[in-house]
């Protein structure tokens, strides 16, 4: 199943909205979230990847890193986990 289509929201009933915090990146379980979206049987999440502030290891000049992040990506390891159990 490809979720990633130009009307992908058209089918997603069911989300699950993850904001992260600064110290995150050595506080949060990944695989606890990415449990409740399989769970809660979410077919959409909102998942902060960073506004202010990156939880990913951004190039971008300038963008703030979480100072938590080190070399993790725990962005990354929600986007992955969510669609490895999605597209099952």
Not at 22 to 30: Q, R, S, T
Not at 57 to 73: I, Q
Not at 82 to 88: I, L, N, R, V
């Given at each position: 199943?490809?979720?990633?289509?130009?009307?992908?929201?058209?089918?997603?009933?069911?989300?699950?909205?993850?904001?992260?915090t600064?110290?995150?990146?050595?506080?949060?379980?990944?695989a606890?979230?990415?449990?409740?979206?399989?769970?809660?049987?979410?077919?959409?999440?909102?998942?902060?990847?960073?506004?202010?502030m990156?939880?990913y290891?951004?190039?971008?000049?300038?963008?703030?890193?979480?100072?938590?992040?080190?070399?993790?990506?725990?962005?990354?390891?929600?986007?992955?986990g969510?669609?490895?159990?999605?597209?099952?």
């Open positions: 199943m490809n979720l990633r289509t130009p009307d992908w929201h058209r089918t997603a009933t069911r989300w699950t909205q993850l904001t992260l600064e110290n995150d990146p050595v506080e949060f379980d990944p606890f979230w990415i449990d409740v979206m399989r769970r809660t049987r979410s077919n959409a999440a909102c998942i902060s990847a960073g506004g202010y990156a939880f290891p951004t190039r971008v000049p300038y963008h703030y890193r979480s100072r938590h992040l080190g070399d993790g990506d725990p962005f990354g390891e929600l986007v992955d969510a669609a490895g159990w999605a597209c099952t």
